[in-house]
């Protein structure tokens, strides 16, 4: 079983900038891969980006390349996501998962789920 744990959500004007954090507990987290997704009011849940479990391999979706950035900590058990230029689209609640498989862009390749973080950004 894994834990996951996000914070750094909150409310944001449009073009300012957050970091998500999400740590990890319950199993070796270096073994994991790590993602982001979220979830906006009414909307199917998104993939946002993906980490591979050495760090080595990223994706994101077009939405947000250039503006968002993954990254983790594997001493810290910790896998970030910095998001700036932030835009009142981006508004949603933010998941963190993880996966025992390689790095994949759809939820149903993920067994574990944090509670989420809502980011709010107005305009």
């Known amino acids: 079983q894994v834990q996951l744990v996000e914070s750094g959500g909150g409310l944001v004007q449009a073009g300012g900038s957050l970091r998500l954090s999400c740590a990890a507990s319950?199993?070796?987290?270096?073994?994991?891969?790590m993602g982001w997704f979220r979830q906006a009011p009414g909307k199917a849940r998104e993939f946002v980006t993906t980490i591979s479990w050495s760090g080595g391999t990223a994706y994101y979706a077009d939405s947000v390349k250039g503006r968002f950035t993954i990254s983790r900590d594997n001493a810290r058990n910790t896998v970030y996501l910095q998001m700036n230029s932030l835009k009142p689209e981006d508004t949603a609640v933010y998941y963190c998962?993880?996966?025992?498989?390689?790095?994949?862009?759809?939820?149903?390749?993920?067994?574990?789920w944090g509670q989420g973080t809502q980011v709010t950004v107005s305009s």
């Open positions: 319950g199993r070796t987290f270096s073994s994991l891969s």
């Open positions: 998962a993880a996966s025992s498989l390689r790095v994949g862009v759809s939820p149903y390749e993920y067994d574990y």
